[in-house]
């Protein structure tokens, strides 16, 4: 996957959990429960594609010296 790819993708992510957080603050409370295993689903594939995103800056970086 190309790092532009994995750029979008973090990038909808990042946009995905700001959503959600809004949602979960107006959201009635037996809705709250539902969203929030959804945002820690969401911060947890945003997390890992940030690593993976890190991780291929860095080996393009060491491929270019």
């Known amino acids: 996957m190309s790092i532009r790819l994995i750029a979008r993708d973090l990038y909808r992510l990042i946009r995905k959990v700001s959503d959600l957080e809004k ?11 539902e969203l929030t295993d959804e945002l820690r689903k969401a911060k947890a594939e945003r997390d890992h594609l940030r690593q993976v995103l890190d991780g291929s800056k ?8």
């Open 58 to 65: 860095e080996s393009l970086t060491k491929s270019y010296r």
């Open 23 to 33: 949602q979960i603050d107006d959201a009635l409370m037996e809705r709250q429960e």
